[in-house]
């Protein structure tokens, strides 16, 4: 990092094992949201940069996709030794940049370390031979891929995506989010640090309608694994058809948590809430529909308005802070438009509200917002808001909540509270969502991870997610 001028500039990329100037000229700023000022500038690169990395990739490949399994185990604990030891420098980028609070940020750190050795459990059960019938199947690598991650904890992505890359013998490009440079910056050195062969993981700082698209077009990359949007990932699907690339899309949600008439709101919905404010409400897997047995609805408002009015928000450097900022202006106002909706809507203000917390003078902060009264049908149950405001939607029946939850374009996560465990169970069993939590907040890094429907395709974590690095190869007559 550069910082001759008067704001730090990050002004170099990752190429075949150096870190050297892109060919790109421009500066992108990058702020502090929690006090709006412009603390760093990235220097970004070109479609130039995008295929010196996809050659460099390319080339290493050639010997990396012949490595032994031993050899993938012994590179990804180096690169856990490495990131581990930046564990508090990611959090404090992440912290600066898009203002994660401490917990989610302290979590995100060490996930982004621990993606390594968890992949090298993965690779230690994983059988690359296989005897079918008369066949030997081999599962071999796919080749060179674009690994494209988002903002948020975008250190965690771009460690996960690269493990599974690594332990698949492919060799990476990689094109994180430009908001993310700070971060970007931090895990590089680290990864670097690692000393891995050369080309083996390529990193160019750059936008996604420059870098993003080259790496999605370009018939050298086998494989895009992107995390984001839903709109930007069938941009990144259509790019990709010409050579028909494989692809892995973990997209956006609108996660409902349902409330069955057992559960206890005691335990439950604090969780809830928590579930629905997770990484101030900037996450995809976030719980931002409440669905209510009707019932119960006057005690669940007042128990969720109980639990939403003791949040605290603020910036990072409060550790008591359980909400932080909006990444961005842009972003803060995406979400003021969306409360504005929900009023025009007609959906009845639980608590929060338009602008910025009384307590806070600077920054792009929200207040923490929950609408009742809200029909499935709204816009604002709808569409991923990507802040924290939360829907409170009721419910007749069983049949009338699972008809309700399902009744979405996404299908990311979904949640399920209630006393009797077995029912609670067969009632997560019929929700269409990849993954389903039940009474709690759980996480498991070798299940596998991603969505049905306009939440994505494929899976990330453990087996399934190295599969989708992987193509198998039918050998008859062999044995």
Known sequence: MNTTTALPLIDTIYIDGQFVTPQGTELFDLHNPATEQVVARVRLGDREDARRAIAAAKRAFERFSRSSVAERIALLQRLHAAVAARENDIRAAMQLEYGAPDGFARFAAKHAADAFTNMVETLRRYEFTRRIGTAEVQMEPVGVVALITPWNSNAGFICNKLATAIAAGCTAVIKPSEMSAQQTQVVLEALHAADLPAGLFNIVNGRGDVVGDEFSAHPDVSKVSFTGSTAVGKAILRAGAETLKRVTLELGGKSPTLLLPDADFTSAIPLTVRAGFINSGQACIAGTRILVPEARMDEALAAIRTAVEAIRVGPASDPASEIGPMVSARQWE??????????????????????????LSEGWFV???????????????????????LCVIGYRDEEDAIAIANDTNYGLQASVYGSDFAHARKVASRLQAGRVLINGLHHEPLAPFGGFKQSGIGREFGAFGLEAYLEPKTLLGAV
């Open 367 to 389: 207040r923490p917002t929950v609408f009742a009264g809200v029909r499935n049908d709204m816009r604002i149950a709808r569409e991923e808001i990507f802040g924290p405001v």
């Open 334 to 359: 995406r979400v003021q438009g969306y409360i504005a909706l929900g009023a025009e809507e007609g959906a009845q203000l639980l608590t929060g509200g338009p602008g910025r917390p009384e307590h």
